[in-house]
């Protein structure tokens, strides 16, 4: 059975920084590409970042340079670190695994990250 877990949400002030972790199990993390997503209160869901099984990675327009997405294979967790953050970044952050099931995609349960003063 295939499960994410998201952990590391949270209150932050604007210019702080979180540290997002998704750990996974019940498929082969090394062999699928895995992406963070985020939806805020009335939005759709969006793109913040993916990260391939070879490492290569992309980042939606407005996190770049200020969040990076890596992963660890030998834990089976891919991390978002996200810096310099803003109000508009309030969000549930949600982690995804590409064609990880039989079915297709999978997702976690999300973690709040509210960045207010």
């Known amino acids: 059975q295939v499960q994410l877990v998201e952990s590391g949400g949270g209150l932050v002030q604007p210019g702080g920084s979180l540290r997002l972790s998704c750990a996974t199990s019940g498929f082969i993390f090394s062999f699928n590409e895995m992406g963070w997503y985020r939806q805020a209160p009335g939005k759709q869901r969006e793109l913040v970042a993916t990260?391939?099984?070879?490492?290569?990675?992309n980042y939606a327009d407005s996190v770049k340079g200020r969040f990076t997405i890596s992963r660890d294979n030998a834990k089976n967790t891919v991390y978002l670190q996200m810096n310099s953050l803003k109000p508009e970044d309030t969000a549930v952050y949600y982690c995804?695994?590409?064609?990880?099931?039989?079915?297709?995609?999978?997702w976690g349960q999300g973690t709040q990250v509210t960045v207010s003063s």
């Open positions: 995804k695994c590409y064609r990880c099931r039989q079915r297709g995609d999978a």
């Open positions: 990260i391939t099984s070879g490492g290569g990675t």
